[in-house]
């Protein structure tokens, strides 16, 4: 059990390594084009038929990021279950992804995916852990149902060879060597291919479905109406419980729970607590930052640029100065895919922080009702949030509106949240080494990925260089 707890640690650490990259690709490629289609002005450079499709070709690439959960799924339960892992875990967080809920046209996917689908449908409806849980419970299932089939055969098998022997005194033509293990191999490619994936599939929904969806949606509608009520009563214990509830699951249904009152509060005029969802939601963008900078203080250590770590801690940060919250938050998700059971409790405290700190001092971001986003087609940001553009709506504002009264404020109490959950985090995993090196349990990740990738350029030089 404890080689195999080790196992899946690494596991997910190679995988959220390999996200990274993944999402990195997407970034870049996505910021190119967009740069030369909106920046430069030249348009029809991937053969769009029409004008119109020219914004759309360059969201192609930033669906790797958007996606991240299909790919982590994917990449897990390969690394875990193998190539039988592959084809099951890549339908089933395609469905969740999408189907799961009330699914839109592949056009509108960019402005509907990320933060909250259309309807609340889609991958918020089981939050990005549920994804971690989904490759885990399936992979273990493939893995251990290949290994309890293998016994089986050869258990059953043996008692399979007396049928054998007599079949084969009436039938001449069978081979002396072949008995009931061989029988049942005949069979090899039906079950290992076609019934223990999909019984695999089938009780991953199952536990997906019934175990995570609905019960979590459950609870996110259950809380809007006391999330409400306390928000006409107290904005500070308000904006308290909506960081708690974004440090949860970030783009799942209980921050969809506050996000509804946010908005609900929004149409009616009132600024405020989409002024703290929208902070809260970036804070933990910042929480891995400072998390890797406290660690090394209390070390004494300086940065390792080196590790897999830095790069999911910096790259954050790096992407809200390109004003892409998008990014500044996904690679949080990765981060916390490394050590849910203290990670997340450090983003809860975190943006809590940030919550009753930006609603203590009362700050308040009007953009949200009157100006028009830089990337809005002409709209307000309060349209926006009426046509369904969560993403674009609720997270650039927090670069408008007034210098002194919000957006210099804003930043330095979304530092202090963020400082605030990454000591928390340096707290938990500390408490949580001790009780991983008493059991021997835990392991050290200094990997990086980018090296990596650098070295095995370099091999594949070297390589080619030989065979000349």
């Given at each position: ?9 690494k596991?997910?650490y ?38 119109g499709n ?18 982590f799924?994917?990449v ?5 279950a ?10 089933l ?16 996917m ?5 933060a ?27 893995k ?49 291919i076609?019934?223990?994936p ?7 929904f199952?536990?997906?479905?019934y175990?995570i ?5 459950a609870?996110g ?28 699951d ?16 929004l ?14 939601f ?17 070390k ?47 983003y ?18 009007t953009?949200?009702l ?17 046509r369904?553009?969560?993403y ?5 504002p927090?670069r408008?509106g ?8 804003l ?15 340096v707290?938990f ?32 030089a ?7």
């Amino acid at each position: 059990m404890k080689n195999e707890l080790i196992g899946l640690k690494k596991n997910i650490y190679r995988s959220t390594a390999i996200m990274f990259i993944v999402q990195l690709f997407g970034a870049l490629g996505a910021g190119f084009f967009f740069v030369v289609q909106n920046v430069l002005g030249i348009e029809h450079i991937l053969d769009a038929a029409e004008k119109g499709n020219e914004q759309i070709l360059w969201f192609i690439l930033f669906w790797a990021t958007d996606f991240f959960f299909i790919a982590f799924t994917t990449v897990l339960s390969y690394l875990i279950a193998g190539l039988p892992g592959i084809a099951p875990a890549l339908s089933l967080s395609i469905y969740f992804c999408h189907f799961a809920g009330n699914p839109v046209p592949g056009n509108q996917m960019y402005i509907a995916y990320f933060a909250t689908p259309m309807n609340n449908g889609g991958g918020a409806n089981i939050g990005y852990i549920g994804y971690l849980i989904m490759a885990v419970f399936m992979a273990l299932l493939i893995k251990y149902l290949y290994i309890g089939w293998d016994k089986l055969k050869n258990s059953l098998g043996k008692k399979l060879d007396g049928f054998m022997e007599k079949l084969r005194a009436k039938i001449k033509a069978i081979p002396a060597d072949f008995g009931g293990v061989q029988l049942l191999e005949q069979v090899d490619l039906i079950v290992l291919i076609l019934i223990l994936p999909v019984v695999s599939t089938a009780l991953t929904f199952l536990l997906i479905r019934y175990g995570i969806q609905l019960p979590f949606n459950a609870l996110g509608e259950a809380l809007v109406e006391p999330l409400t009520t306390l928000a006409n009563s107290s904005v500070i214990l308000c904006g308290i419980v909506i960081g708690l509830m974004v440090g949860f699951d970030l783009i799942g249904p209980v921050s969809m729970a506050a996000f509804s009152v946010s908005i609900a509060m929004l149409l009616s005029g009132d600024a405020r607590f989409m002024t703290i969802y929208g902070a809260c939601f970036i804070t933990l963008g910042w929480i891995p930052l400072f998390a890797m900078i406290i660690r090394g203080f209390i070390k004494k250590k300086s940065f390792k640029l080196d590790t897999d770590d830095t790069n999911l801690a910096v790259s954050g940060p790096i992407n809200a100065f390109f004003e892409n919250v998008k990014l500044t938050v996904s690679f949080s998700m990765i981060y916390a895919y490394r050590a849910p059971f203290t990670i997340i409790p450090g983003y809860m405290i975190g943006s809590a922080a940030t919550g009753l700190l930006v609603s203590l001092f009362k700050i308040v971001n009007t953009a949200y009702l009157t100006e028009l986003p830089k990337y809005g087609n002409g709209y307000t940001f309060r349209e926006l949030f009426e046509r369904g553009e969560y993403y674009i709506s609720f997270t650039l504002p927090l670069r408008s509106g007034d210098w002194l009264t919000c957006r210099i404020p804003l930043f330095f109490i979304i530092l202090a949240g963020a400082a605030v959950g990454g000591a928390a985090i340096v707290l938990f995993r500390h408490l949580a080494y001790k009780g991983q090196a008493k059991r021997g349990t835990n392991i050290e990740t200094d990997g990086d990925i980018v090296l990596e990738m650098r070295h095995y350029a370099q091999k594949l030089a070297a390589d080619k260089k030989a065979a000349k």
